[in-house]
């Protein structure tokens, strides 16, 4: 079982910057695959960017080249670094987790509120 803890969402202009943090409990998190999920009002969750145990990382389109996915194994957090932020950005951003070798994930946070205005 793994827990899931998001922060570091807030209200930022657009073409500003955020970073945020996901702490995961657990003794095994570098046998982790981890993302970072987003949903908008009225809109289906998306995928934002994934980041595996070997730290290989996957992005979504809309996000490339604007965000960066890290982990820190010896703090058991994964951390998304926002830049260049649009409107379009505005969601709760969702931290993610799931065993090596599993196909969906299986452990999700709470969400934390990413708002860009213009």
């Known amino acids: 079982q793994v827990q899931l803890v998001e922060s570091g969402g807030g209200l930022v202009q657009a073409g500003g910057t955020l970073r945020l943090s996901c702490a995961a409990s657990?003794?095994?998190?570098?046998?982790?695959?981890m993302g970072w999920f987003r949903q908008a009002p009225g809109k289906e969750r998306e995928f934002v960017a994934a980041?595996?145990?070997?730290?290989?990382?996957t992005y979504a389109d809309s996000v490339k080249g604007r965000f960066t996915i890290s982990r820190d194994n010896a703090k058991t957090t994964v951390y998304l670094q926002m830049n260049s932020l649009k409107p379009d950005d505005t969601a709760i951003y969702y931290c993610?987790?799931?065993?090596?070798?599993?196909?969906?994930?299986?452990?999700w946070g709470q969400g934390t509120q990413v708002t860009v205005s213009s």
């Open positions: 993610a987790a799931k065993r090596v070798g599993v196909s969906n994930f299986e452990y």
């Open positions: 657990g003794r095994t998190f570098e046998f982790y695959d």
């Open positions: 980041i595996r145990w070997s730290g290989s990382t």
